[in-house]
């Protein structure tokens, strides 16, 4: 039974996955900023809900106060950082360089604050109940699965149903076009920051309860998204859903054949083949610009 | 001119990187009339337009609204102030349906929930075609639907004055036709004054009040379109 409960924990790793790849490729198709600060967001959230459960607050308010820090940080990047670039109209690349150093920063900044070592939060949660023989499913396993059932389906509703979700999707389309209806692209692209950093809540917080922390979990956070993006096709949001899940069970999945240290490896050889075979993704359209 | 001044530009002056496009241009849209601005590829007309909307930087000289100025205003400011602009190409949303599109505008311009419906309805009363495609995404429209799309947007929030750049692009003549009888309609009803940028010079002077016309960033002729359309020089030119 193996198979089944890497899958069962494959299907957990790639909800994670696919919310906050979700929150990145978001960001990236309505804005086009390659925002690589976005694992930082995560790191960020992790630990506030760490540091909130340190402080003994409850996990209610550690919740909110991660979600707090993230949004608000996704909004300052947008603000303070890219805001500035692409005023002076400052290419793709030197937003990049600017979003990596800022990634780089917090992780070291967390690595300051609460060391480099793994750290974890310990919770009935996490404890493994037999599902059925050999096959042991934990708690936050099913959390992670409502999560993105409930983030995801909660997301669709705000794109179709109000006004700013509108928005976001007509400046994925043309950010000049925004402007002669007489809306501010800037606010449309603070709520796509606002909103993709809070996407990262649901997988710091369930990481933070279950494997564990350290300040460097931002550039894998950041990698998968990528690769997820990539793999879904850019600017398609149910694509890189898909691509999320299919990354985390791959990644697991593959322990059968490999040691789980080359986990990532299978990541990226999937990535890979994609580019090869699909290159606008599973879910993407090949668009002339 | 006997109109009252509505939307004016003294002295403008602007362009992209060091180059000028625009040099001290002077250009008045009257209250209630359609000014047809013509020209060549280049001359500015579409730059002058984004200029009026605040699209683009002023570098010198001033833009009044109603006799106050407005340069620098954002194009959020003016449409709140009553200027709408049709853009160049189409001004739609390709992955929108033209309800959304429709919402999207009505909300843009601060139209109160409670009157949404009826503005909807009264654009649809204005450009009955679109009933027949209102559902669908403004990606699949022809070319001619998608135009149609655009200028009911721009005709949302009611405005006073509507800037239309190159509205006939990509539509055969008698769609063009088609397209601005009805604007041309409201336009005497209600007063609107419109400043139209065009090469499909014939039509657009049947519907207009004024023409000028522009060559290399500065205005070069204005009269009446009658007296263009017998100036066989510029005509040939045009």
């Known amino acids: 039974m193996l198979w089944l409960q890497l899958t069962i924990t494959g299907l957990q790793t790639g909800a994670l996955y696919a919310l906050t790849a979700v929150g990145f490729s978001l960001i990236f198709g309505t804005t086009r900023v390659f925002h690589f600060a976005h694992g930082a967001a995560f790191v960020l959230a992790a630990y506030v809900f760490y540091w909130a459960d340190q402080a003994g607050l409850g996990i209610a308010v550690g919740v909110i106060l991660a979600a707090l820090a993230a949004m608000a940080f996704g909004v300052a990047m947008d603000r303070i950082v890219y805001a500035p670039i692409q005023r002076h109209e400052g290419s793709f690349f030197t937003v990049f360089v600017a979003s990596f150093g800022v990634g780089i920063a917090v992780q070291n900044i967390v690595g300051m604050v609460f060391g480099r070592s793994f750290v974890t939060i ?27 059932a409930v983030f995801f389906g909660a997301l669709q509703l705000f794109l179709r149903r109000t006004h700013t979700g509108v928005a976001l999707r007509a400046l994925a389309d043309s950010p000049e076009l925004i402007r002669v209806f007489g809306l501010d692209p800037r606010r449309i692209s603070a709520a796509a920051f606002a909103l993709g950093s809070l996407l990262v809540v649901p997988g710091a917080v369930i990481t933070a309860l279950g494997s564990g922390l350290n300040p460097a979990l931002g550039s894998h956070v950041m990698l998968i998204s990528l690769a997820a993006t990539i793999v879904g096709g850019i600017g398609s949001i149910n694509g890189v859903l898909v691509a999320g899940f299919v990354l985390g069970l791959a990644e697991n999945l593959s322990q ?32 002339a610009r | 001119m006997s109109l009252r001044p509505i939307l004016q530009a003294r002295g403008l002056t602007t362009g992209y990187s060091e180059a000028p496009v625009l040099e001290n241009l002077d250009i008045t849209l009257g209250e209630g009339e359609v000014l047809c601005l013509i020209g060549h590829n280049g001359a500015g007309k579409s730059t002058l337009m984004k200029t009026l909307f605040g699209l683009h930087p002023a570098w010198e000289g001033v833009v009044e609204l109603d006799g106050r100025p407005i340069t620098g205003a954002d194009p959020k400011a003016l449409s709140r102030a009553g200027v709408a602009m049709v853009p160049e190409g189409r001004g739609i949303f390709p992955n929108l349906t033209v309800d959304e599109i429709f919402d999207l505008g009505l909300w843009a311009v601060g139209v109160p929930e409670g009157e949404r419906g009826p503005r909807r309805d009264w654009v649809l009363g204005v450009l009955p075609m679109i009933g027949e495609f209102r559902h669908r995404r403004a990606g699949t429209l022809s070319g001619g639907q998608a135009q149609m799309v655009s200028i009911a947007r721009a005709l949302l929030g009611r405005p006073r004055i509507l800037l239309m750049d190159e509205p006939s692009i990509g539509l055969a003549p008698k769609l063009f036709q088609d397209l601005l009888a009805p604007i041309r309609a409201l336009q005497l009803q209600e007063g609107l004054s419109i400043l139209l940028v065009e090469q499909n010079v014939r039509e657009a002077l049947k519907i207009s009040d004024r023409a000028e016309v522009m060559k290399s960033g500065r205005m070069i002729w204005q009269g009446r379109p009658e007296e263009l359309s017998d100036n066989r020089k510029l005509m040939e030119l045009y």
């Open chain 1, 256 to 287: 059968i054949f490999v040691q789980s240290q080359w986990s990532e490896a299978v990541t990226f050889a999937i990535l890979f083949l994609v580019i090869l075979l699909k290159p606008a993704g599973l879910f993407g359209r090949i668009q």
């Open chain 1, 122 to 148: 310990n919770t009935p949660l996490s404890n493994s109940v037999e599902l059925m023989s050999g096959v042991y499913v934990a708690p936050l396993t099913w959390i992670a699965i409502f999560c993105v």
